[in-house]
C-alpha cells in the first residue's frame, strides 16, 4: 500500500518552517551538481529546474505536471518560463502551501488524477522523487512494486501527447542493501542494517524501487529511455549542504527556535528532528545502502505493443461476456494474422488484409500465432467503459490514427 496522507504528513510537515524560510529553492530532493561541487546548493536545484523543464521542452505554449511537488519550486520555475503548470500532491499541507504561491494544484494522488475521466494531456510530466512513496515495505516483499510502477507509467503515457517526456528522478535500493528481514533497530548502530532501519522510520509506509532497472522495466511498455544517470554522489553533497541548515545564522535562526518550541512539546517531532540530524538518509547512500536514479524517458509512439495487448484483453475478459459482440463474419482462420489475446471469454486478432482488430467470442480450437507483429493503438483502460464505442471500434482500421484520435475525444466528451 501506498504511503497514507497521515504518513507523508508526518514525514514532511514538521519541516515546513526550514524548508520556507532557509530553501530557496524550497526542494527537498537531491540536487543537480553533476559533480561540480563549486555550485551553491540553490544552484544546484535550479540547475535541476533547468535541465528537466529544457529536457521536457516546455515553453510558454506548454502545459505542464509535476507529480509529487513538495513545495512547488519546480512549477514556479514552469510559470516562470510562462508555461501552464499543474501539481498533483497528496500532502495537504503541501497543497496548500502551493496555493498560496497562487499555484494550480490538486490535493491527492496521482491514481486519482490520471484516470480515464480525465482528458487533459500535458507536454510534459516530472515525477522528482516521489515514486519512493507509491509502495510500502509489504509491496516489495510482496513482489507487487513491478505490477503499481507498471500502472503508474501507464497512466502518466495516457495523459501525455504524442512524444511527450517524462523526467523521472528516485531513490532506488544499492547495491549494498543488507537483506530485508536483517534490517533492523536492533542491529549494531551504524551498520547498514541500522542506517536502513532508521531512514524507514523517518519515511513510515514507503519503500523505494528496487533498482533503476524496475523502473525502466516497469516503464518500457510505454516509454522508451533517452538518458538515464546516477545521481548519488550529488544526493550526498546535497545532504552535506542541508546539514548546515542546522548552524544558527540569520535565515535559520526563526525556523531552528520554532523547530525547538515544537520538539519540546511534540515527542514524535523531536525523534524526526533526531533521525534528520544524525543524517541516517546520508549514510544509506555513502554505504551502498541507497543510489539515486534519474532517467530521463519519451512516451512511445503511438503504436501500441503487444504486451499492452495481454493488458487490454485482460481489462476485456472480464467485461465481454453477455456483452453480444458484432458478428465479423470470418469464415476461415486463414484471414486472421496474429491472436493478439485468447481469454476466457474473447479472442482478439488482427485481420491478414486489412489491419482491423477483430473480437470474437471464443471459438475453441484457435491457437496463439505471433504475438510479436501485432500493432495496436488502444489505450486499453477506455475500452471497458462503454459498449458501444467499443462495438464500433472492434470493427474499424486499427491504424488508422485519425480514427482512434477522434474515438478517443469521443470518449473522453462522454
Ligand atoms: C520527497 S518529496 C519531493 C517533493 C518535490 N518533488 C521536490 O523535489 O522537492 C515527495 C513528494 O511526493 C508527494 N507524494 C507522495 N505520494 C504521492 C502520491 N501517491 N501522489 C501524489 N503525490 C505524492 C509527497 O507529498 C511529497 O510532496
Request: with cysteine; proline share 4%.
Amino acid at each position: 500500500m501506498a504511503a497514507t496522507e497521515t504518513q507523508l504528513r508526518n514525514t514532511y510537515r514538521f519541516m515546513a518552517p526550514m524548508v520556507r524560510s532557509a530553501l530557496s529553492p524550497r526542494d527537498i530532493t537531491c540536487a543537480m551538481f553533476k559533480g561540480d561541487f563549486r555550485l551553491s546548493l540553490s544552484q544546484g536545484e535550479q540547475r535541476k529546474h533547468a535541465y528537466v523543464l529544457d529536457e521536457l521542452r516546455i515553453t510558454e505554449d506548454s502545459l505542464f505536471l509535476d507529480v509529487g511537488f513538495g513545495w512547488g519550486s519546480l512549477l514556479e520555475a514552469a510559470r516562470e518560463r510562462g508555461a501552464k503548470a499543474v501539481g498533483v500532491n497528496k500532502e495537504t499541507g503541501q497543497v496548500r502551501f502551493a496555493r498560496s504561491l497562487g499555484l494550480n494544484v490538486v490535493e491527492g494522488s496521482y491514481r486519482d488524477f490520471l484516470t480515464v475521466n480525465n482528458p487533459v494531456q500535458f507536454d510534459g510530466i516530472s515525477c522528482v522523487e516521489a515514486m519512493e512513496h507509491f509502495c510500502g515495505p509489504e509491496d516489495y516483499v510482496a513482489g507487487e512494486q513491478d505490477a503499481i510502477y507498471g500502472d503508474f507509467f501507464a497512466r502518466a503515457a495516457e495523459h501525455l501527447v504524442d512524444g511527450g517526456r517524462m523526467y523521472h528522478q528516485s531513490m532506488v535500493l544499492g547495491k549494498d542493501v543488507p537483506r530485508f528481514d536483517d534490517i533492523s533497530t536492533d542491529a549494531p548502530p551504524f551498520s547498514r542494517e541500522y542506517i536502513a532501519a532508521k531512514v524507514m522510520e523517518f519515511y513510515p509506509g514507503s519503500w523505494p524501487p528496487e533498482s533503476v532497472d524496475q523502473i525502466i522495466r516497469a516503464a518500457a511498455p510505454y516509454f522508451d529511455v533517452l538518458e538515464v544517470d546516477n545521481g548519488t554522489a550529488d544526493y550526498i553533497e546535497t545532504m552535506k549542504r542541508w546539514s548546515e541548515l542546522w548552524r544558527p545564522n540569520t535565515r535559520t535562526i526563526l525556523p531552528i527556535l520554532s523547530l525547538a518550541a515544537k520538539a519540546l512539546l511534540d515527542p514524535n517531532i523531536r525523534k524526526r528532528i533526531g533521525l534528520l540530524r544524525q543524517g541516517y538518509n546520508r549514510q544509506c547512500f555513502e554505504k551502498g545502502v541507497l543510489e539515486l536514479s534519474r532517467i530521463l524517458f519519451q512516451k512511445k509512439s503511438d503504436v501500441f505493443k503487444p504486451e499492452n495487448a495481454a493488458n487490454i484483453a485482460s481489462y476485456l475478459s472480464g467485461k465481454l461476456s453477455g456483452m453480444g459482440l458484432p458478428d465479423i463474419g470470418v469464415d476461415s482462420t486463414d484471414e486472421l494474422l496474429d491472436t493478439v489475446y485468447s481469454g476466457d471469454n474473447a479472442i482478439l486478432y488482427v485481420h491478414k488484409n486489412t489491419g482491423k482488430v477483430l473480437v470474437l467470442d471464443k471459438i475453441p480450437g484457435i491457437v496463439s500465432a505471433n504475438p510479436e507483429s501485432a500493432r495496436l493503438w488502444i489505450h486499453g483502460k477506455r475500452w471497458e467503459e462503454t459498449t458501444q464505442l467499443y462495438t464500433e471500434a472492434a470493427s474499424k482500421d486499427l491504424n488508422s490514427r485519425d480514427f482512434w484520435q477522434s474515438w478517443s475525444r469521443q470518449f473522453w466528451r462522454g
